[in-house]
């Protein structure tokens, strides 16, 4: 390690960067991981089971109460989901293959960077956030890595690239001189490369990105509707719940408590008449809605502050979570897929008596409880 610290910082050093053997097969092990990483996402967005493209624009506008600097961008692109969805998969799909087979890794790890950058700013709100947190925690190490894969090169031995280098030198040497390509160090793409080089690889390779980019916007439309592309999940089901006062009782109870809704998307609106109420400890992620998210008084959120959470609405057998902040007006969207009868439930601590967690109305069918029919 001193060793190379002190090669890597010292002035007199080339910029050519020399690792020892371990070191450099090292650096082959952690690109070949970081490729292995990009193979199961890839995987992941092609087997038909995860959904990825039909959910793309809800899970995109999912991020948008975590984006930094407002829920424009992911509005954007989920207005954009085809665009989006099929930039991201060739992303991916050139990062396992750049990576596993060691092919353009300096590219590859600038191109991987961006990526992380971008995912790490679009759902910076909930990337540290446990419970809850989504598969961009680990962006912050990605990025570590792309570094020292950037700075000290991907290593060669196990690579595709000299081979293929090794071809393109024996085709060029059948052709003409005047052809002739000056190339820097003996490693090329994969060997170390200079700050300015590397530099100018990224501007070209944002450049390629953002015209590209642009082309698609320019030629594929964007789609409408409220809730992105899912035409299969009309028709549309419009349910409205209060949260009163109980006159004789006195308790906060849901009106109606037990109810019926058609298989297919159903618009909620609770409207919560209740006292603001802090519940501190709440797991306060919306679950289980259409794009991850509900709206309180017109904002979208994915996480509801727990400064003023009343009630909860928990369909826990359909995995939906929905907060209630007392005084406010919320709405979320459902797909129904399946008939059939499920319970809720209220989860925050709305008891009356001295453990709120345990005491009516909290559990009380009619009140925090109660039977949604589907079908
Ligand atoms: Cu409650």
């Known amino acids: 390690m001193a060793a190379a610290s002190r090669s890597l910082l010292s002035p007199s050093s080339t910029p050519y960067v020399h690792f020892a053997d371990l070191r450099s097969r090292a650096l082959e092990f952690l690109r070949i991981g970081i490729g292995v990483v990009w ?18 624009a809800s899970s995109a506008r999912s991020y948008a109460s975590s984006t930094l600097g407002g829920p424009g961008i992911a509005q954007f692109v989920a207005s954009h989901p085809l665009l989006f969805a099929a930039g991201i998969a060739a992303t991916t799909g050139y990062l396992a293959v750049a990576f596993l087979l ?24 909930s990337t540290f956030f446990f419970p809850g947190g989504t598969d961009v925690g680990p962006q912050p190490l990605y990025l570590v890595i792309y570094g020292v894969l950037l700075v000290g090169g991907a290593g060669t031995s196990l690579s595709l690239q000299p081979w293929l280098r090794a071809r393109m030198r024996a085709l060029r040497a ?14 090329g793409w994969t060997g170390s490369i200079s700050t300015s080089r590397a530099l100018a690889l990224g501007v070209v390779g944002l450049l390629l990105a953002v015209g590209i980019g642009a082309a698609f916007a320019a030629t594929l439309p964007a789609s409408s509707g409220p809730s992105g592309a899912s035409p299969a999940a009309t028709p ?42 802090n519940w501190s400890g709440c797991p306060c992620n919306v679950r289980g809605t259409v794009g991850g998210i509900e709206y309180v008084n017109g904002t979208a959120m994915g996480i509801v502050p727990n400064s003023n959470v009343a009630h909860t609405f928990n369909i826990p057998s359909l995995g939906v979570q929905v ?53």
């Not at 996402?41 to 793309?56: E, G, K, Y």
């Not at 002739?180 to 003996?186: E, L, P």
Request: contains cysteine.
């Open 39 to 56: 193979l199961v996402n890839l995987l992941f967005i092609v087997d038909p089971a995860n959904r990825f493209f039909p959910t793309f």
């Open 174 to 187: 059948e052709g003409t001189r005047t052809a002739r390509v000056s190339s820097a160090g003996s490693g």
């Open 102 to 125: 060691g092919v353009t890794t300096r590219v590859a790890s600038i191109v991987g960077a961006a990526f992380a950058v971008g995912l790490l700013l679009t759902q910076f709100g």
């Open 323 to 375: 907060l209630s902040p007392g005084q406010s007006v919320v709405r979320f969207v459902v797909d129904f897929t399946h008939a059939g009868n499920y319970s809720w439930i209220c989860m925050a601590p709305c008891g009356a008596g001295a453990s709120p967690y345990g005491t009516p109305p909290m559990g009380l069918p009619g009140y925090m409880a109660g039977t949604l029919t589907v079908g």
């Open 236 to 277: 549309v089901t419009y349910l409205n719940l209060t949260i009163e006062i109980n006159a004789t009782m006195g308790w906060p109870q849901y009106v109606p408590a037990n109810f019926s809704v058609p298989v297919g998307r159903v618009v909620v609106t609770i409207t919560d008449n209740d006292a603001v109420a």
